[in-house]
C-alpha cells in the first residue's frame, strides 16, 4: 500500500508569492493534518481536516490556510510568504477523527524556501 | 500549555556502546506519548506509541519506556544505521488534540 504522499518535494519562492502544497493520504484514512518543521525543531501543527471539516488549528496566521476534498486528499496553501516560512512541511493520514498516536503516519514533507 | 523537552540535543555514541534518550513531559493529561524517527531530509517514521506508565515496548535495538513525567528511548549495540533524529510526542485527552513535539534527540553512531 502506498503510504502518505507530498508533492511538490522541494520548491522555492519569492517573498509574497503564494504557495500550494499536496498530500494523499493513505488509503482508508479519512483524516489529515499538517505539520510545520523548521530546522533544529520538532514539527509543530497547523491544521487537521476530517471529512472535509476542519478539526483543528494551531497559532499560525491566516496567511495559512487548508482545504480537504471528497477523495479525503488535501491542500495546504499559504499567502503572501515570508523569509520565515521556509521550513518542511509534513503531512501526517489517520483513519479517524481522534488523532489515535499509534496511527498516525507522515509523509516525507515538501521543501519550502522562500528568499 | 502541553510540553516536551528531550535531552540531550545530540550524542555521539561507538557501534556498540548502549545509552538511552530522554523525553520529559507536562501534559493535562496523557492520551499517548509517541516516539519516531528522521532521517535528514525525510517525514517522521513512527516507532512506538506508549499509553501508560510503566508501559515498554521494543523493536530491535531500541526500546521504550513510560513514566508519569518521561520516557526513554534505550538503544542497545546501536549500529552506524541507527543514526537519525529521534522525535517524542504527546497528545493529550481533552478534545481531539494534535500531537506535541520535543525538538529532537540527534543521534550519531560511529564505526
Known amino acids: 500500500d502506498a503510504g502518505v504522499t507530498q508533492s511538490p518535494t522541494h520548491l522555492i519562492k519569492t517573498r509574497g508569492q503564494h504557495v500550494t502544497l499536496r498530500c494523499s493520504p493513505i488509503?482508508?484514512?479519512?483524516?489529515v493534518s499538517w505539520y510545520q518543521q523548521v530546522l533544529g525543531q520538532g514539527p509543530q501543527f497547523i491544521f487537521q481536516y476530517y471529512e472535509k471539516e476542519e478539526r483543528g488549528r494551531g497559532n499560525f496566521p491566516d496567511r495559512f490556510s487548508a482545504r480537504q476534498f471528497p477523495n479525503y486528499s488535501s491542500e495546504l496553501n499559504v499567502n503572501a510568504l515570508l523569509l520565515g516560512d521556509s521550513a518542511l512541511y509534513l503531512c501526517?493520514?489517520?483513519?479517524?477523527?481522534?488523532?489515535?498516536?499509534?496511527?498516525?503516519?507522515f509523509g516525507e514533507g515538501s521543501w519550502l524556501t522562500v528568499v | 500549555e502541553d510540553q516536551v523537552t528531550q535531552s540531550p540535543e545530540a550524542l555521539r555514541l561507538q557501534e556498540g556502546e548502549s545509552s538511552s534518550l530522554n523525553c520529559s513531559y507536562t501534559?493535562?493529561?496523557?492520551?499517548?506519548l509517541f516516539w519516531y524517527r528522521q532521517d535528514p531530509g525525510k517525514g517522521p517514521e513512527f516507532l512506538f506509541t506508549?499509553?501508560?506508565a510503566g508501559e515498554e515496548k521494543e523493536k530491535e535495538r531500541l526500546k521504550a519506556t513510560l513514566t508519569k513525567k518521561e520516557s526513554f528511548l534505550h538503544i542497545t549495540a546501536p549500529k552506524p544505521e541507527d543514526s537519525a533524529t529521534y522525535l517524542c510526542a504527546v497528545q493529550a485527552t481533552a478534545g481531539n488534540t494534535p500531537l506535541v513535539f520535543g525538538k529532537g534527540t540527534r543521534l550519531s553512531v560511529i564505526a
Open positions: 501526517a493520514s489517520s483513519p479517524g477523527q481522534r488523532l489515535s498516536g499509534n496511527t498516525i503516519y
Open positions: 488509503s482508508g484514512h479519512k483524516s
Open positions: 501534559v493535562s493529561g496523557l492520551r499517548g
Open positions: 506508549l499509553y501508560s
